[in-house]
């Protein structure tokens, strides 16, 4: 059975880090793309970041670039997103997600075409 557990998120300042966690069992991580969604809310899904399972190849949203580092520990079964630099608008519920990584993430994600996803981890940002 497929199961993504999130883990990491909080309160922080806008300026501050967090590094989420996602832990994956029932399948071997290496053999997929991974990745992270967020909502927030009254808003659409957004796809932040993915890496692929071969070929070294990560996506990133344009409003993260330069923050956010999209890393996958396989031996661990776990893939991180850390975030640096956070801003009231990246507080949201952030999810893990499997799903093929490629430049057309965001798309996968807004039509919810994802293999699975975890139950999320909420991120506030705020003052």
């Known amino acids: 059975q497929v199961q993504l557990v999130e883990s990491g998120g909080g309160l922080v300042q806008p300026g501050g880090s967090l590094r989420l966690s996602c832990a994956a069992s029932?399948?071997?991580?290496?053999?997929?793309?991974i990745g992270w969604f967020r909502q927030a809310p009254g808003k659409e899904r957004e796809g932040v970041s993915c890496?692929?399972?071969?070929?070294?190849?990560?996506y990133y949203t344009d409003s993260v670039k330069g923050r956010f580092t999209i890393s996958r520990d396989n031996a661990k079964n776990t893939v991180y997103l850390q975030m640096n630099n956070l801003k009231p608008e990246d507080t949201a519920v952030y999810y893990c997600?499997?799903?093929?990584?490629?430049?057309?993430?965001?798309?996968?994600?807004?039509?919810?075409?994802?293999?699975?996803w975890g139950q999320g981890t909420l991120v506030t940002v705020s003052s």
């Open positions: 997600a499997l799903a093929p990584c490629s430049s057309d993430y965001d798309a996968i994600v807004r039509r919810n075409a994802l293999d699975a």
């Open positions: 029932g399948f071997t991580l290496d053999l997929y793309g």
């Open positions: 890496a692929s399972s071969s070929d070294g190849f990560t």
